[in-house]
């Protein structure tokens, strides 16, 4: 069975930081590219980062310099680590396991970004 668990999200302060985990099984992690998605209210959900099997890391414009991805393969678990977070950067964030077509969600966990 497939599962895709993200925690670590919660209310900050604008300026402040957190730390979000995707701890993954029931699929070759070290297989599949990794994402973290956002959904903002009223928004289309969005692409923050990627990172390839390979380590190769991609970002939205809106958050490069700010978020760094990474991942553990010995613990199947996916990281963003997010920094100067700023009150748009509210929203669901969501992480997701990509396969050439194959991919799965994980539930998603709520970030909120206000003094």
């Known amino acids: 069975q497939v599962q895709l668990v993200e925690s670590g999200g919660g209310l900050v302060q604008p300026g402040g930081s957190l730390r979000l985990s995707c701890a993954t099984s029931?699929?070759?992690?070290?297989?599949?590219?990794m994402r973290w998605y956002r959904q903002a209210p009223g928004k289309e959900r969005e692409l923050v980062a990627q990172?390839?099997?390979?380590?190769?890391?991609v970002y939205a414009d809106s958050v490069k310099g700010r978020f760094t991805i990474s991942r553990d393969n010995a613990k199947n678990t996916v990281y963003l680590q997010m920094n100067s977070l700023k009150a748009e950067d509210t929203a669901v964030y969501y992480c997701?396991?990509?396969?050439?077509?194959?991919?799965?969600w994980g539930q998603g966990t709520q970030v909120t970004v206000s003094s």
């Open positions: 990172i390839t099997t390979a380590g190769t890391t």
């Open positions: 029931g699929f070759t992690f070290s297989s599949y590219d």
């Open positions: 997701r396991a990509q396969w050439f077509v194959r991919g799965y």
